[in-house]
């Protein structure tokens, strides 16, 4: 059965409706239509279908990204985002029964974004965000995640990525899933696993007779 509804006119009613509304109702109007638009689209599954607009202080900081930027790549990341504009929305997950998102990816771009200053008035308070709801309600799930935005970018201190492989270990993960989710090879966790020293990291690991004290 075809649809009598004409695209073009819908979008003049929504252009017409959002005209009257506030900046800030207007906002909350285009989260809601681009929300109902993903829920029907055959892209969402893709969290990129969905971008949201959501004020700074909606978003929380982890506390496991391992990634570090230097000085002048966090200004040269300030200049593209004052010159470019947001090409790359940030990654968040809602943490669950409260109203705040936690960053999965993209907290430099946050930081910045929320000072005060020439890129915080231009976005009016808000930055663009897109949602990992498969990441909610798990830890571990989220802190994969992250590592696997980081990996291709960026500098990763040793010690941070070890105390993550230190805490997937003891939510349960062996060295096969730490290896398979994080994107590394079974010598890069054995590494790491090192660099914590921690004897129970090292409890079902069978070493040859090599090690063996005479």
Known sequence: MESNLNVEEISASIRNLLSTLTQAQCI?????????LHEFSPFK???????????TGQLISNDYNPNNVATAEKSLLKTSLIQDG??????ATQEPRTN???IIDGFHRFELSRK????NDRLHGYVPVVLMPQASN?????MAATIRHNRARGRHQINA?????RELSNLGWDDKKISHELGMDADEVL?????CGLFELFGNRKFSKAWTVK
């Open 28 to 36: 909350e109007a285009i989260n809601h239509v681009r929300s109902t």
């Open 45 to 55: 599954n893709e969290p990129v279908d969905c971008v949201l607009w959501m004020k």
């Open 86 to 91: 947001f090409t790359h929305p940030i990654v």
């Open 100 to 102: 705040n998102f936690m």
């Open 116 to 119: 005060k200053g020439e890129l």
């Open 138 to 142: 798990d830890k571990s799930r989220r």
């Open 161 to 165: 990525m070890a105390e993550i492989v």
């Open 191 to 195: 590494r790491l696993k090192q660099v």
